[in-house]
């Protein structure tokens, strides 16, 4: 149980971690500031 | 002859048996207990891998071929229809953390099969849709399966070979890379012939098919299944397994991710920048004769690019295996760095442009098989895919910092200072490498090794043979 727990709160807290840059990055198109890279 | 039994209580289940090995006076051992696979099975494992990262290779790089199609059929500006591969980016860069998680819980299998199916169901709908909005629906869902494929398979190729690992993550990654010079010539050929749509529906559905074909045969190590930790003084590799919650409250890992950033930001500055850099330079669509081949200055270097972008990921992970990770950082950031600093000063000449493009390119592109092999070298195999996909996302931070290039050329009305910061970045990555980098694992090593000995314990028992 303490395990499952554990491992939930680190998925949750990936998540985070990842929705923040996903956000961000949206924002960024939003702004016009991402760059459309075809080349990697 | 006198025998010492040394027990060890491994928390490193992928990759260390839990076992009680005799340790002699004499060359050899005893054989653990869970027998190793073969090396031909581990290879095996590698091409399968490779195989599904080939296939996915063209949701991304493929993706050029349709824009113009897609414009004329809908009349949509470009710069909107491009917004789709953007997002396909971001949900492939971003997710890959959280698709790792479950790699490490579920296994590669799972994860890949379902993949593999966004994969298919993303083009599917890109060949129906009608609207932007459509579109950028079908390239997400084919971004996150993307994503879900690149990041296992990278993860999959670091617990099989701990004893090579800049190597198969290197190949690994060049699938990806190079993977779509392939099926370059059957798209454009399809697109011409039967129409974008057709070629979204055929080619999304039927690579999608074969990337869960490949992951029916993908499966995780199991303890004992892999050799051991490497014996290589270079190569610093930790028998502790970090969970994802540790790694990143490690302050050796945001140091890697801050090298990743410097080194990602600093070629991408650049490398998504090279048409604009020849169209102001004026050498665009200059002939450059090269190798008997003829071809417009930005398409030879793009062409070149491609090539050498996907050939540096396992050669540079090949050299990290002999001479360590750091040092071979150094050696590649330090050329990127040069090799931006000479197309600085020589690229105004068409095949001055072309060449110095390529060693950017060549210099670049093995930081997808040298972070992958760093962070799982120092945080363990168990939680690789995760903490690898963890690390990955610097990729996605990087990007976020190319517009500064866009705002400099703009502010200045040059690209000098662009070229300058993105050296001087390489360079910064290059000294971190071996002056704190290195040092550092090295200590994390160390101290996690201390730590296991207190923790443990370490039974001697005194024996006869």
């Known amino acids: 149980m303490c395990e499952d727990e554990s491992e939930q709160g680190s998925l949750q807290a990936i998540a985070i971690f990842c929705g923040i840059g996903l956000l961000l990055s949206l924002w960024a198109i939003k702004l016009d500031r991402y760059p459309a890279v075809e080349w990697f | ?231 290589n003084a270079a190569i610093f590799q930790s028998r502790r397994n970090y969970e994802p919650m540790e790694v990143i409250r490690q302050p050796v890992f945001w ?46 270097a793009a062409t070149i690019d491609r090539i050498l972008n996907g050939l540096t990921r396992p050669f540079f992970g090949w050299v990290s295996d002999r001479i360590g990770r750091e040092n071979t950082m150094f050696i590649a950031f330090g050329a990127e760095a040069i090799g931006i600093f000479a197309l600085y000063l020589w690229g105004h000449e068409p095949v001055w442009f072309v060449l110095l493009s390529g060693v950017v390119f060549f210099a670049w592109g093995e930081i997808y098989s040298l972070f992958p092999s760093t962070c799982t070298d120092t945080f363990g195999a168990k939680f690789a895919t995760t903490n690898a996909g963890l690390l990955y996302t610097a990729k996605g931070t990087a990007s976020l910092l190319v517009p500064l290039a866009n705002y400099l050329q703009q502010s200045s009305g040059g690209w000098d200072s662009v070229f300058l910061i993105a050296a001087g970045a390489n360079i910064a990555a290059s000294l971190l490498a071996v002056l704190v980098l290195k040092p550092w694992r090295r200590s994390v090593r160390d101290a996690d090794a201390l730590r296991d000995r207190r923790k443990t314990g370490v039974e001697f028992r005194l024996g006869s043979a």
């Open chain 2, 1 to 231: 002859m006198q025998v010492f039994r040394i027990k060890i209580y491994s928390d490193f289940p992928n990759i260390g048996p839990l076992r009680e090995e005799p340790m002699t006076d004499a060359v050899h051992g005893a054989a653990p207990q869970v027998t190793r696979v073969s090396d031909a099975y581990r290879w095996m494992q590698l091409a399968v891998g490779v195989g599904a990262m080939v296939m996915i290779a063209n949701y991304q790089y493929g993706w050029t071929f349709f824009v113009s199609d897609i414009q004329k059929k809908f009349g949509w500006d470009r710069a909107s229809i491009q917004w789709a591969f953007t997002l396909f980016v971001l949900f492939e860069t971003w997710l890959v953390p959280i698709e790792g998680w479950f790699v490490d819980k579920y296994g590669p299998r799972l994860v890949v099969l379902i993949g593999g199916v966004l994969c298919a169901v993303g083009w599917a709908i890109d060949s129906y849709t009608t609207s932007l909005s459509g579109l950028y629906f079908g390239m997400i869902i084919a971004g996150i399966g993307a994503g879900a494929v690149y990041g296992t398979c990278v993860g999959n190729a670091l617990k099989w070979f701990p004893d090579k690992r800049g190597l198969a993550a290197g190949l690994t990654a060049a699938g990806f890379g190079a993977g779509s010079a392939l099926t370059v010539a059957p798209i454009q050929a399809m697109i011409e012939g039967s129409g974008f749509q057709t070629t979204f529906l055929y080619f999304g559905v039927g690579q999608g098919i074969i990337v869960v074909i490949l992951s029916l045969f993908l499966v995780a190590p199991k303890a004992g299944q892999v050799p051991g930790i490497v014996q």
């Open chain 2, 255 to 300: 140091l890697m991710y801050l090298m990743f950033v410097l080194v990602g930001a600093g070629g991408l500055m650049i490398t998504a920048n090279l048409k604009p850099i020849a169209g102001d330079w004026k050498i665009e669509a200059i002939p450059v004769t090269l190798l008997g081949m003829t071809m417009a200055t930005v398409t030879f």
